[in-house]
């Protein structure tokens, strides 16, 4: 303690070098400036499309005000003329968020004569410049796809895409696309690079039973350097059958199916096509190579379907399957159900009033044909609708028209994602704020609801994003 007290004794008594041949520290202070050289108002650019601020010499960076990602952008900004000196601190100062301004609050040392080290706090703007970079620079420009990939399916409806949308949304691969543009019977992916559009095609073929066709249109040539640049084309066809479809096998599909009925319902599209046999209660799958070398359609749209009321039930038991049958279902049971459609209770397709015309079916024995075949339970859509507390996310995409038959047709696919647990495992399921949610897995009726533990909750932006750049602020 001593010893410090006679070196600050000493500093003390330290002549000036105005008037003597040492300089005090205060005089040192006014008379060397250690941030001389670093420039205190730098220029930054960014671009107002995608809100990303450029890292020189050309790569464009997402970064949230007050955020870490900003701070090192701006430090490298500065990197070169901080060469000599030690960087102790640096932290944002406040600014209007409109101010196009970006202030911060740097702490330096820097070692001086006689191995004195002066530390000094000065301020730094950072002016943001507008520019556009290259990626929205051919957006507007309106010629600025690499690759496309066109998913259509031969459906009236589109229960399927709304699937498939719902998948490409969890797994995120609609970041890359630069537009989306629905049209009838498909929907088109636009991507800057090929290599992004042929992860959606290789995506799409483990996810639907689909098949592809790719193909290249020449844009130009460069003779001098021999480069080439082309367009590409990913044509990608979806089966031609939804869920609750009803649909007739060929006679050499139906018997490598485990002999199961040619007559079947579709009860779910996921990488390949589940079905049912109404007679026996067998389950099948079909992949998409099955499909293409077996074709079968849909013989009835849920447009068909008649609701009908269920006067009785007779449970069918010891039911005999013929040789060499496959697995039958656990969920359902083998009922005789005598109908009448006074009332509203089930969705059937009635093949005894049905105008069909299908090459399979018409080769069928008319005795294996069943007169009618239930599909699902039917309930009382406009209080489902009252009673749902969630909701779903949608591709930001453009429309040509909007089509009245969208919005009932989306709310069938609501309504599946209810009835089918198996479907909405792979579905993102947020809950809704603006309703008032109620624990419990049926509705008044018996109408299956979404539980609140399989819902998540809809963060936005600001919720994903606040706060992150609390921890950079200094004073």
């Known amino acids: 303690m001593l010893c410090k007290m006679l070196i600050g004794i000493a500093l003390n008594n330290i002549l000036c070098g105005n008037c003597r041949p040492y300089m005090c520290v205060s005089c040192l202070r006014n008379k060397v400036d250690i941030s001389e050289g670093i420039p205190k108002q730098v220029t930054i650019h960014f671009c107002r499309q995608c ?22 952008l701006c430090l490298k900004k500065l990197k070169a003329s901080m060469a000599k000196v030690r960087l102790i601190d640096a932290g944002f100062l406040w600014t209007e968020p409109h101010s196009k301004r970006i202030k911060m609050k740097l702490t330096i040392q820097k070692e001086v004569m006689n191995g004195a080290i002066l530390q ?70 636009y991507y800057a690079s090929k290599q992004h559009a042929q992860k959606m095609v290789d995506f799409l073929q483990c996810t639907v039973p689909c098949r592809s066709k790719a193909s290249q249109r020449l844009i130009s040539h460069d003779v001098h350097s021999n480069t080439y640049n082309y367009k590409s084309t990913f044509s990608m066809e979806i089966v031609p059958v939804c869920k ?67 006067m009785d039930i007779d449970i069918i038991r010891d039911q ?64 489902r609708v009252k009673n ?13 028209a909007t089509d009245t038959d969208d919005e009932r047709q989306y709310t069938e696919f609501l309504e599946d994602l209810e009835e089918d647990e198996m479907l909405r495992k792979n579905v993102n399921i947020f809950r809704d704020a603006s309703k008032i949610p109620v624990e419990s897995e049926t ?26 750049g609390a921890d950079m602020m200094t004073d």
């Open 120 to 189: 000094q706090v000065f301020v730094v703007e950072f002016v943001i410049q507008p520019q556009m970079c290259e990626d929205c620079h051919r957006v507007e420009a309106k010629d600025f796809w690499k690759a496309v990939v066109q998913v259509r399916q031969k459906t009236v409806h589109k229960k399927t895409f709304y699937y498939l949308e719902q998948l490409i949304l969890k797994h995120k691969l609609h970041q890359n696309t630069v537009r989306i543009k629905e049209i009838h019977e498909g929907i088109d992916f």
């Open 320 to 383: 005999k399957l013929g040789a060499g049958a496959g697995l039958t279902s656990n969920k359902v049971k083998l009922l005789h159900t005598p109908v009448n459609n006074n009332f509203t209770q089930i969705k059937v397709f009635d093949f005894a009033n049905a105008n069909i015309n299908d090459e399979f079916l018409n080769k069928m024995n008319p005795h294996h044909v069943p007169d009618v075949v239930l599909i699902k339970k039917s309930y009382d859509r406009m209080k």
């Open 51 to 72: 809100e990303r601020y450029l890292q020189p010499p050309g790569t464009w960076l997402q970064c949230a005000l007050e955020s870490r990602e900003l701070l090192t």
């Open 443 to 468: 509705d008044d009726d018996g109408a299956p609801r979404i539980s609140l533990a399989e819902m998540m909750e809809d963060l936005s932006l600001s919720d994903s994003t606040g706060g992150a």
């Open 244 to 310: 609750d479809n009803v649909v007739c096998l060929s006679p050499r599909l139906a018997q490598s199916l485990g002999n199961m009925g040619q007559v079947c319902v579709c009860i779910r599209v996921t990488s390949s096509i589940h079905m049912i046999d109404p007679n026996t209660l067998q389950i099948a799958e079909v992949d998409g190579n099955t499909f293409w070398r077996h074709p079968f359609s849909s013989l009835c749209s849920p447009r068909q379907l008649e609701e009908f009321m269920v």
């Open 388 to 400: 749902r507390v969630w909701k779903l996310r949608e591709l930001d995409r453009e429309r040509d």
